[in-house]
T-cell receptor, first 110, second 114 residues
Framework: RKEVEQDPGPFNVPEGATVAFNCTYS??????FFWYRQDCRKEPKLLMS???SGNEDGRFTAQLNRASQYISLLIRDSKLSDSATYLC???????????FGTGTRLTVIP | EPEVTQTPSHQVTQMGQEVILRCVPI?????FYWYRQILGQKVEFLVS????????KSEIFDDQFSVERPDGSNFTLKIRSTKLEDSAMYFC????????????FGPGTRLTVL
């Protein structure tokens, strides 16, 4: 079983739409969770951390469900500039490195 | 805002040749990392480096790979004898602390092995 699994998409949504991505992880010892954004041929950039209680940053909301071992990202009022690949990432304290999912590609259409 | 820089942005080499990829981490950071991303695939951890030694490495990081911090500012990844399957984007990252949300990624070096 893969460590991190994401629907690769692509998700094509109109501007203003709400879109949600899920990600499942297999390692129950995973400590911290993140969503990264990666533009084509660019480096991954941290979008937001994911906290157990759920957290929001503007139009973005992240949720963590440890019992079911998944995290989610909700984007409201999609903008053209949200077009990118969204990477589900977890961090294991003992390993001190990041484990990346393959990413979900989002295209926001005018 | 300080950033991680990497050179070159694109390196083309012949199979069997040695390459050195260079990174300048953010100046007050203590933890350094190399990741790679084969085209169309996920980002994969290669190695982490702290206090002038490797702290963790993945199974990808075999004897063909080595890392070094030769002068206190550069952090290099050397591939001794490149293979076709080494073609990928190589990202350097640095962090102030041991942890995830302090890892800052450089723009990457695209390595093409012919």
């Amino acid at each position: 079983r893969k460590e991190v699994e994401q629907d690769p998409g692509p998700f094509n949504v109109p501007e203003g739409a709400t879109v949600a991505f899920n990600c499942t992880y297999s390692n129950s010892a995973s400590q911290s969770f993140f969503w990264y954004r990666q533009d084509c041929r660019k480096e991954p950039k941290l979008l937001m951390s994911v906290y157990s209680s759920g957290n929001e940053d503007g139009r973005f909301t992240a949720q963590l469900n440890r019992a079911s071992q998944y995290i989610s990202l909700l984007i409201r009022d999609s903008k053209l500039s949200d077009s990118a690949t969204y990477l589900c990432v977890f961090y294991q304290t003992g390993a001190n490195n990041l484990f990346f999912g393959t990413g979900t590609r989002l295209t926001v259409i005018p | 805002e300080p950033e991680v820089t990497q050179t070159p942005s694109h390196q083309v080499t012949q199979m069997g040749q040695e390459v050195i990829l260079r990174c300048v981490p953010i100046s007050n950071h203590l933890y350094f990392y190399w990741y790679r991303q084969i085209l169309g695939q996920k980002v994969e951890f290669l190695v982490s480096f702290y206090n002038n030694e490797i702290s963790e490495k993945s199974e990808i990081f075999d004897d063909q790979f080595s890392v070094e911090r030769p002068d206190g500012s550069n952090f290099t990844l050397k591939i001794r004898s490149t293979k076709l399957e080494d073609s990928a984007m190589y990202f350097c990252a640095s962090g102030r602390d041991r942890g995830a949300d302090t890892q800052y990624f450089g723009p990457g070096t695209r390595l093409t092995v012919l």
